[in-house]
């Protein structure tokens, strides 16, 4: 379902489009799926961000979060998207992929498989 929630974002990143209103789209569809208690940690210990901007530094600014609307996206800005599911004993199951938003679209920069992996 991870992916699911990255294609619900690839479809929502176009120039224009708040920050915020991503991370409100995708973590609504995690609790829709059933993850209340699990999506981006466990309950009592989730964070509220989905992304992040890339570029000096690997976690810079803007966020992809809960409430952040100071920034839409622009072309040229690239980001990390990182939905994940935790569950304390057992482990956990995410993606996280860096794109990059150009002139011609959604531009997927990591190239690594997305099959699932058992570690």
Not at 1 to 17: F, I, K, N, T
Not at 35 to 58: L, N
Not at 96 to 115: A, I, K, R, Y
């Amino acid at each position: 379902d991870m992916l699911s929630v990255q294609e619900l974002m690839r479809e929502r990143v176009v120039p224009g489009a708040v920050w915020g209103d991503i991370y409100d789209a995708c973590h609504a569809f995690a609790l829709e799926k059933g993850y209340a208690d699990h999506f981006m940690g466990y309950k009592g210990a989730q964070v509220s961000f989905i992304g992040h901007g890339v570029g000096i530094e690997i976690d810079e600014y803007p966020f992809i979060a809960r409430g952040f609307r100071e920034m839409v996206m622009e072309e040229g800005m690239v980001f990390a998207f990182e939905p994940k599911l935790v569950y304390p004993g057992i482990g956990a199951v995410g993606i996280e992929n860096t794109f990059h938003l150009s002139e011609g679209g959604l531009e997927q920069l990591t190239f690594s498989s997305e099959d699932i992996v058992l570690l």
